[in-house]
Nanobody, 115 residues
Framework: VQLVESGGGLVQPGGSLRLSCAASGFAFSTYDMSWYRQAPGKERELVASITSGSGTTKYVDSVKGRFTISRDNAKNTVVLQMNSLQPEDTGVYYC?????????WGQGTQVTVSS
């Protein structure tokens, strides 16, 4: 199993970033997938999820209306579009399956929101 996150960077408050996760080594289309983030000094938290079948999405309250999760099962990718970014969105973002024992974590992608 391999999860490779990309797309992070430094952005000013109010800006946007598009994160991508390339998955391999498992039946991607059969798994609900999620994006997680870990802010400095804090535990990793669930940010957004998308189901395997219907593509139903869920978000933590703090990102609702600003972030959009999507997936492309043909390309084994899951994307997180982040708009109206705020300093509190700063952290390392990871993708992984939503339920059960997590796959080995990737290296994550750093998102820094600062003026």
């Amino acid at each position: 199993v391999q999860l490779v996150e990309s797309g992070g960077g430094l952005v000013q408050p109010g800006g946007s970033l598009r994160l991508s996760c390339a998955a391999s080594g498992f039946a991607f289309s059969t798994y609900d997938m999620s994006w997680y983030r870990q802010a400095p000094g804090k535990e990793r938290e669930l940010v957004a999820s998308i189901t395997s079948g219907s593509g139903t999405t869920k978000y933590v309250d703090s990102v609702k209306g600003r972030f959009t999760i999507s997936r492309d099962n043909a390309k084994n990718t899951v994307v997180l579009q982040m708009n109206s970014l705020q300093p509190e969105d700063t952290g390392v973002y990871y993708c992984n399956k939503r339920w059960g024992v997590q796959f080995p974590w990737g290296q994550g992608t750093q998102v820094t929101v600062s003026s």
